[in-house]
């Protein structure tokens, strides 16, 4: 069985796409991955190791963006052979399509460029697996659209991720009726519980959050019947370079994971 169709399982566990905001050095991917790795084998987890390699979505321009290109992806393949788990990563142009299906399973649309047509058609085409997050503007029914772009190419793995709406300038809010909505367009729905947590549009440049509310939304997320969930996690948020400010700790995850699992068997038995 191939990964899409593990991913499409109703009636198996949820599975976990997490990992840092963005490759910060050479040794942090490595860590954190190991950890998570232990974790999701132990829990029956299905798992993709998630980072960016390149952040271009930046409210002030002296914020990190990366160690380069080659290098990150690089690391993200090396993720991948040494833990035997697929890798997932974001694209911001049609131009990167290509050279990050080189080195990853998974290829992510960010949020903010979910109607990008030229964009969702080129990472269609590489025939890897796409994982669309929904727009913090759009409702779910428009996320339709945004399928469709990707069926029309012949490429028909799709993932769509809920990361909240925009509630005013400052905050976001989930709205749990997404999940079943896009589940109607039959493909699994993932549900991000450290994004739909931001608070952007700060007075700083640097984007705000409640990371306290992680385990409360990562627990509706479930109890609601997503089918997959999406963290950031960092060995120390706070010195994240980053996205710091909504991530959950590293040592936080398994307690958290734990608790998921309990409450998808408990839906799975309903």
Known sequence: ????????????????????????????????????????????????????????????????????????????????????????????????????????DVIQIPAFLCRQTDLLVAAAKTDKIINIKKGQFLSAHAMRFALDKVLSCGNDKVLLTERGNMFGYQDLIVDFRNIPIMQSFDVPVIVDVTHSLQQPNQSSGVSGGLPQMIGTIAKAAIATGCDGIFMETHPNPSLAKSDGANMIPLCEVEELLKTLVKIRSAITKK
């Open 1 to 104: 069985m191939n990964l899409y169709e593990n991913l499409r399982k109703k009636n198996s566990n949820f599975f976990l796409m997490a990992g840092p905001c963005v490759i910060e050095n050479e040794q942090m991917p490595f860590e954190i991955a190991k950890e998570l790795v232990n974790m999701c084998h132990h829990l029956g987890i299905e798992f993709i190791f998630k980072a960016s390699y390149r952040k271009a979505n930046r409210s002030r321009l002296d914020s990190f963006t990366g160690i380069g290109d080659e290098k990150a992806l690089k690391l993200l393949a090396e993720v991948r052979e040494r833990f035997s788990v697929p890798v997932v990563t974001d694209i911001h142009s049609r131009y990167e399509a290509d050279m990050a299906a080189d080195y990853v």
